[in-house]
Structures are given as structure tokens and as C-alpha cells.
């Protein structure tokens, strides 16, 4: 069952899943310039270890009872004084078997499980399960209905992406600046969210066909209030954090990515795009009404920590463009199509991938549906879950406070990496 | 690196949110529970009740035991038992109706499919108790709310459906049309929940 | 209203095309095309597991797909089924030629397969999906892993083995990810029987009620 493929180097760089070996021959971990890509092409990644002292590796786990982990999540790291050599995650401690829940019920009762995925980001996590189910279906979605979901998520994009950085730089040890003045932005978004769905996190507002219910009056003008304040507080924030050189020092340089290992890896999301690669489903599969708007994709060019988190500043910057074009140009309309039903829904049988560019990477739902009111397959298809899979790659040969930093920056939430 | 230039800019933002935290209401953001409460938008919901009509919750009462809510419950948390009279024909009542809020997850989608508007999401959200299985097990009379209370708490939404109900009976099919075509002036628009099918 | 949900930039080959050059530049590997009655642009072409890393070798390296993004491994439970079959038959009765509908019943059996969504990220177009299917669901649940090909199978395959039993040839560290490691059922099947060890559940319904019921004494309402 574990037979390693001689041909392909990939797989060389692989643990094979047993941990400490008996008498390792060790030695200093070769530093690796900055920024520089790892071709594929190369034979062994890394020496692991080689030293002459004495002594065995360590053995840890980091989790899951932790307070940088994102959750309950654990990973055995092994470890020669402080630099790890090897970095198994672990996790499953949150996992609630949602895509049985998905095939027990009708297609609408996994729209409010679909919340609970990525419990910060409820509102996209509900666009990719509609926007599968349409697509499925062949449902289309009213024009005004589409602006509103824009909205939306870009506005769960820019809390997402503060929340995230305000969490890393917890895991920095700021003990509670930047996260707190993260979550006031959050708090203003959240309040609109409550008004438009009735519930700060656990919306269940999109529907197949369009959304619940429609926007109440003077939203908009709230909306836009606040959209108007982000970029003040996106100045205020980079005034703070973006040239702090204790940040500058501890992410620069650290969980590099390459390009090549990257796409291998299969990451989606700002990660990808900080290793330079340029794949946006915003830009690719022009999903929704997002090739009405002018915005950019910005790119970065280390792949490290600190490029992560500029790509994140950056995209928030794009997301409010998003929203003020979106903002304006809002048309009347009905909220959702008149032919779409909420019981008995049937939709032809059959399957279909959908996927959407949700804040953490490329949301997909695959549905396997045979004609009846259930899924016969629910599928979801978490970025969280697979942006770890080269967890390991980027922390060998980083000491443990640095894995902790290069952990915040993949950005996952539990709820989706174990659904 | 330059002598910490990055770290003086930040402490100069730090020191404006303290010292606005005095004075600038943007900085003020801590609400002091339970002496204010903030106010809750019309949408906010909880958990559901019933509505009833008149005075007397048990006569009142606009649920007639359809069943609908149960089936569609993704959770499955609610529990009806139908009123049957000493022949055994059904009357349109329930005789049981159990919602257990520990179960429930607020995802308002029995009040979307109920054709009797019976229903409707509350907004209480102090119910720490005790006793965690029995007190979160709500029966009917825990449930039953007069229609002036869901006037008062969601008074855009309520506002609808009390036309509508004035209406005449036999008018459920004009929730879902109105709604649905009904082009909205404007940006905005007053519309509740629109486009939900009875079927 | 805006037209009909819009698909994914869909390669310039069909289908068909991709399968024919796939089967000449891999002589012996026999592919078949599953149609999808619900959205015809996601057809997947199934191969055999025998067969499979070079057909994905070339997905990936053929400078015309360039199928570089591995997005999505997921497992699938098919339990045996019933097929009803419907054909129109010549017959002699009689003397003479009748035509008669027959229905046959066949009987089709399980398996578990593995589906994998492809993307080419330096071309941007996609999806061009795989199927692998095991012999059956029993004792013959293998096929072949494309971690080699595509790391981000790693973990999905994983779970794929974790969830449904498939086991995966080649995948360098096959073990559970989700369950704990001393689990042995394979909850995502469709034959999977819950354990009966819950927690005191109020919810009076049905057959929860039941299982509670032999665990703990409930009071009775009304």
C-alpha cells in the first residue's frame, strides 16, 4: 500500500508517514536563498538532517488543544532542537460527515450546512452551492439578484482577508492590536449582513434561482457608508503593520512557495496568487456578473509569508473597487427567478462541478443528483484542506515559531478542512 | 533596516486609537451589556414561535398541523402530533408541537415554507438555562406568541402578511406572486421573503 | 435576466478529440466516455486503473491541455442496482413473426469510483474529468493513485480511502485523515450502519426517539 513510485521525484519528497527513524544521520539544514523557486525538476528537496552531536529528535504535537492553530487542529512536528524535519498535520477533530448530511436531506436543507463550512465566510460558501445547483439544473439568476451576490461577497472578501491578517498577527504575538481593530471593521459588515439575512454568521441567504429575500430599505446607503470607510482603515492598518520591521523580519523569507509546486499542490486562492501565479476564478470562469467590474489582480513575487499578507491587503483594496462599481449599479428586479421552487425540487439527473473564488481559495461543490429531491453525491471541494498539503514542504527547515507564522498565513478554518 | 521607523508609524496609529478612544465615537465601540443593548434590525431571528390571533393562544393559534416545517427541517427539531377530535377525524390544530432550540439551527426555513404563516422567527436570544435537555425543549404554549408581539418585532414583515390575511383566505397563492414579479423602485425595496412557491 | 449560468472555458478539443489522442499516443489503453445528462460540457472519459498514471501523465504534459490543476478527487459509492432493461424483440408465434417489448432485468454489479476534476491553470481552460472505477465494492477496491501526477491528490485520496474503503495504489502515505486511525468502517458509504452510541437526544422523533430510548429513560410528553 505505501510503495513509492521510483519515477517521480515528487513522491521523493513525500514522508512516507512513519515518524522518527532510529539513528538518523543529521546535519545543519542548508539555508535556501530568498525567493528562490524550487524547480521541480530537482532531485532532493531538502537534506533533512546531518549533524555530529548526539541526541534524538523531538517529537511534538503542536495541538489541538492550541491557541494558534486555527481550531482543533494538530500537527506532529519532529524536531532537532528547533528546526523541523518533519510535519505531519493531523486533523478530523471537527469532523461532522456533512456530505452525508448533504445526500440525507433535499438539496435546500444542505444550503444552511453549507454555512458552517467556512464559518466566516457564510455568504460565499452559500453562492457555491447555488451557483452548482444552477448550473446543474439550468436555473438562471435574475440580474439584480447577481449585484446583490457581488456585494456580498466581496464584503465577506475584505472581512475575511482583515481577519485573517488580524489573526496572524496574533500568532506574531501582537496580543491583540491589529485583531481588534480588524474586528471593528468586522463588526460594521457583520451588522449589515444581520440586516440584509437576519443572522450575523450563519446566513443561509442565497437560494437556487437568486437570494431570500430582498434588500431592506436604506442597505445601500449604509452599505456604501462603510465601503467608504474601508480604505481609511486599510490605510490605518498598513500605516501600522505593512513596514513594521518586526513583521518585515519574521515573514520575510519564511514558507516560501514555488510557482511549479504550487499548481502541483493544487493551491487555490491569495496563496497561489502570492507564489505569482496569475489564476483568479473571478478572471478565469467570469462566474456571476464579475466581468462587468473593472478590478486588478495583484500578484506576488517571493511566495513568502509576507507576500501573503500583502496580497491579502491588496485584494481588499480590489474588493472595495468591486464594491463601488457594484454599489452604483444595482438594478431593480425581481430577487429571484419566478420558476424556482423551495419544495419539491428535482433536478435532472446527472452531475456537475461548480466553484467559486471564495476568500480562502477555489470553493467547488460536485453533485451527483439522480432525478430525485436528494443528492445522490455531495462533494465539496475545500481549498483549506488542500492548501496543507505542502504544509510540510514549506516548514522543513523552519524553527517552530516560524511554522506557527507560515500556518496563519495559509489561512484555514477547521469547519472546512474537516467538514 | 532603518533604525524601527516601521514600529514609530504603528505606535503613532495605536496612540490615536487610544487617544480617541476618549472622544471619537469610531473609536467608542464597546457597548456596555446588559446595561444598553443594541438595537436589532427588522430581519434578526433566533428561534421560531408560533403565532396566534386573538386572545386565547390554544383557540387562535394559525397552525394547522400540516406538517410541512417538520419535513422540511434540515435538523429535523420539530415534532407535531395532528388533533384529532373523539371520532378520530383531524381537526386542523396541533395537539403536540415540540421545537427543541438545542437541535435548531436558526436557518429560518420553516418559516419560509409554512402556507399558513404560522411560524415566524423570535428575536429572544436570553434563554440560558440549566437544565440543558428539558428547558431546551420547547412545547406549544413555550412557543406561542400573540400576533401584536410579531407586529412589534418584525413590523415591515408582519405588516405584509397581516394585508394579506385581510385579504380572505384562498389569497396564499398571492404571497408568492407579487413578490416575485414585483420590480422594486429603486435600489431598495420593502420586499420581505419573495418567490417562495406554495405548493 | 442574465442567460443561463455561464460555463467553464471549456478546452477547444471535445471530448472525443482528446480521447482519440490519448488512445494513440498510448496504444492498448482502452477509454470510455460518460455522458452527463444534466451538463453535457461535463462528460468525463473513464479509464482503467491498470492504465491510468500514463493517461494522466499525458493530461498533464500534452502541451495542447496542459491539465497542470488537479481540483477536485472525490469518491463515489455505487451500490449494486437492478437495471431494467426494455428492448423490442423479433419473435415466430405460432407460425408467424411477432414483435414483443421484453424487460429484462439485469442486475448491475457495485463499485466505488474515484472522480477527478482537472484544470489547466497555464491555459485557463477546464474541466476535463477522469473516473477510475474499482471491480467492486467488496475486495477488489483498488486503483491507481495520481499523487505522483497531481500532488494536491494527496490528501483528497486519502480521504477517498478514508471515507469510502478505495484504496489507492501507489499513493505514498495511504492512511486515514479524517476518522482516527484505529476506525474500521467507511462512513461516506451508502450501506454504512451508524453506531448506536448516542448522546441523550430530547428531539422526539421517530426512530431517534427509539435509540435514545434504549439508552436513557425519557419522560413522556404529551
Redesign the interface.
Known sequence: ?????P??V??EA????DLVPESPSRAAVLPRPEGAPRAASEARPHPIVRDDSEGALLEVAVGPHHPSTHGVFRMDVVLDGERVVRLKPV??YL?R?H??LGEG??Y??????TDRLDYFCSLTNNWAYA?AV???????????A?YIRVITAELTRVLNHACLIGFLLQELGSMG?PIM?AF?ER?KIL?LV??????RM?C?YM?F??C?????????EACREVVEAVPRFLD?FE???????????RTQGIGALSAE?A?????TGPMLRASG?N?DLRK????G?YDRFEFGVPLGAHGDVYDRYMIRMLEMRESVRILQQALRA?P???????K?????FK?????????IEAPKG?L?F?L??DGSANPY?Y?I?PPS??N???LEDMCRGATLQDTVVILGAVDIVMGEV?R | MSLGSGILKGLVETARNFVGSYYDPARLVTIQYPDERRALPEKARSFPMLVYDGENPEKGLRCVACKICEKECPPQCIYIVLDRDEKGRPRRRPRVFDLDISVCMSCQICVEVCPFDSIKMNTEFELSTADRFGALLLHKMDLARPASYYLGLHPVEAGQVNARLAAGPGHAETKAKPAAAAPAAGTTSEAGDAGSDRT | MTGAPRAQTEPVETLEQIKSRIEAAIPGLGLEIQCNGAVPGQASLVVPPARALEAARFLRDDPQLALDYCSNVSGVDWLDRVVEEHARVTRVMDGQERVFDECRERRVPGHLEAVYHLYSMRLRHGPVILRQRTVNRVDQARVASLTPVWRSAEFQEREAYDLFGIVFEGHPDLRRILMWDEYRDYPMRKDYVEPDDYEYEPTPHDDLREKARRHYPIEADA
Open positions: 500500500m505505501n510503495r513509492r513510485m519515477e517521480d515528487l513522491i513525500l514522508s512516507t508517514g486533523f478530523g469532523h460527515n456530505e452525508k436531506g433535499a435546500l436543507a444542505a444550503m444552511p450546512y451557483l444552477e448550473r446543474l439544473a439550468g436555473i438562471e439568476v435574475p440580474e439584480r447577481e492590536t481593530y471593528r463588526e451588522e444581520e440586516a440584509l439575512t437576519g443572522s450563519m443561509n437560494r434561482g437568486g431570500r429575500c430582498d434588500l431592506p430599505s436604506g442597505w445601500i490605518q500605516n501600522l503593520l505593512s513596514t513594521n520591521e518586526i513583521l518585515m523580519a509546486l499548481v502541483q499542490a493544487g493551491v501565479v489564476y478565469v470562469d467570469r462566474y456578473v444595482v431593480a428586479g425581481p430577487i429571484i427567478n419566478p424556482a421552487r423551495l419544495r419539491g433536478p435532472p439527473a446527472g452531475e456537475v462541478y461548480g466553484r477555489e467547488g460536485y451527483i443528483s453525491r462533494r471541494r484542506f488542500i496543507l498539503t505542502i474537516d
